[in-house]
DNA sequence: CTTCTAATTTATAACGATTATAACATAATA
DNA sequence: TATTATGTTATAATCGTTATAAATTAGAAG
């Protein structure tokens, strides 16, 4: 995991195997998916391992919270800026690196103070096509 | 509410309540906000018929879900398309109106099919700002 | 290497948002 | 008016997440 010895925290079995999980992975679990498949590995790793690690993770920006899934968090290791292509279907996501340049005005901005920027996009995602189709 | 009458639902008098709560409304609230507040006027409304009867406005496109608070779901009564502004301290959420052409190569598109876009700014409020000044 | 302290992990309870269920009430329709 | 579908209510259940307290462990100090 990138800045790791930059922004260092203190390195656990636990941890590593939740940091080695997270290791480029694309997938953006949720922090149940992220504990069921270390669980496998560690049996003995609770729950709250899971969500404590990863505020502690996402303290040390070595992992970003997503609000895109509306059921659950998610979490994604890429520290590359990036952007979202969402599938309305099976909530699959995949990163969108690209940089838009999206500025708002004055009169927009409302007074607000603007610290950053993302955007989603929308759709239906290659497997979920396939599924439909096969259904016709 | 616009559109009601393109795309009706049955109106009884707790469903005009919540109509009327969120006509015009620019808060964003929650299913708890909106319950809060017509329960007020309709103290015998329960909470299953906010959730019903926004499930159905959804369903109509009376109503769209956000999934920008990682708290909870907030519903915009705004049918223009429109994007948002986000206060990261207190997640106040303020509308956008500006089309952004958002395209993606057919490489970035990675196999998806894409019927949607939305930009989320996050920044902090003049509220938030002016609260934090009065802090020093 | 041992001792000490603070941080971490665990099990579990509690919580808030949301969904499900079943009985009751109301609206639309025949 | 009788019938049927739909909406509402109260409430239980579920799910994701956070809080708590006791037990364990990592890392520092001696």
Do not use: W
């Not at 195997?17 to 998916?33: F, M, Q, R, T, V």
């Not at 909530?91 to 989603?120: P, Q």
């Amino acid at each position: 995991m990138t800045h790791m010895k930059k922004y260092p925290i203190r390195l656990t079995p636990q941890r590593l195997a939740i940091l080695e999980y997270l290791e480029g992975n694309k997938a953006h679990p949720s922090a149940s998916d992220i504990y069921k498949a270390v669980s496998k590995k560690h049996p003995m790793m609770s729950f709250a391992t899971v969500y404590n690690t990863l505020e502690t993770l996402r303290g040390k920006k070595h992992v970003r919270e997503l609000s895109i899934d509306p059921e659950k968090k998610r979490f994604d290791p890429n520290k590359k800026p990036h952007h979202h292509l969402i599938c309305l279907e099976c909530r699959a996501i995949a990163d969108v690196h690209r940089n838009f340049a999206l500025d708002l005005t004055d009169s927009e901005r409302y007074g607000y103070e603007i610290t950053g920027t993302h955007v989603d996009f929308y759709g239906v995602c290659p497997k979920c096509k396939r599924g439909r189709s096969s259904k016709i």
